[in-house]
């Protein structure tokens, strides 16, 4: 049996995500970023499992634009163009969605019949 996010789940944690940029945007970026890199690996941790993949790189990429729009309403004019931002978020070394879970064993995937 696959398992998947909720989508009430997924959208109320992209919504908690956008409140904290909003609130952390005056804060140096080496802070944001450090910060960010906690809350994704955390919520990767937790939701990287066998069957949800789709969801994960859904919300890996809905972060990725929460980040460009909240870090170009940083000053007057924008901070990062699209080839810049790219280049800053791989140099930053943010994580990826990978599944961390390991497959069960084949004798135990096997279902057993049950005695009558």
Same mark, same amino acid.
């Given at each position: 049996m696959k398992r998947r996010t909720n989508a009430k789940k997924f959208r109320s944690k992209l919504a908690e995500l956008k409140e904290w940029l909003?609130?952390? /945007?005056?804060?140096?970026?080496?802070?944001? =970023?450090?910060? @960010?890199?906690? +809350?994704?690996?955390?919520?990767?941790?937790?939701?990287?499992?066998?069957?949800?993949?789709? /969801?994960?790189?859904?919300?890996?990429?809905? =972060?990725?634009? @929460?980040?460009? +729009?909240?870090?170009?309403?940083?000053?007057?004019?924008?901070s990062f163009t699209a080839e810049s931002f790219k280049a800053a978020w791989e140099r930053w070394q943010m994580p990826q969605p990978r599944v961390n879970e390991k497959p069960l064993p084949k004798s135990a995937r096997q279902i057993q019949p049950c005695p009558a």
């Open positions: 909003k609130k952390a /945007r005056s804060l140096p970026l080496r802070d944001i =970023v450090a910060t @960010l890199k906690r +809350k994704l690996q955390g919520h990767f941790n937790y939701y990287c499992v066998i069957g949800n993949s789709e /969801r994960t790189s859904a919300y890996s990429y809905e =972060v990725v634009q @929460l980040v460009y +729009k909240c870090l170009n309403r940083r000053s007057q004019r924008k």
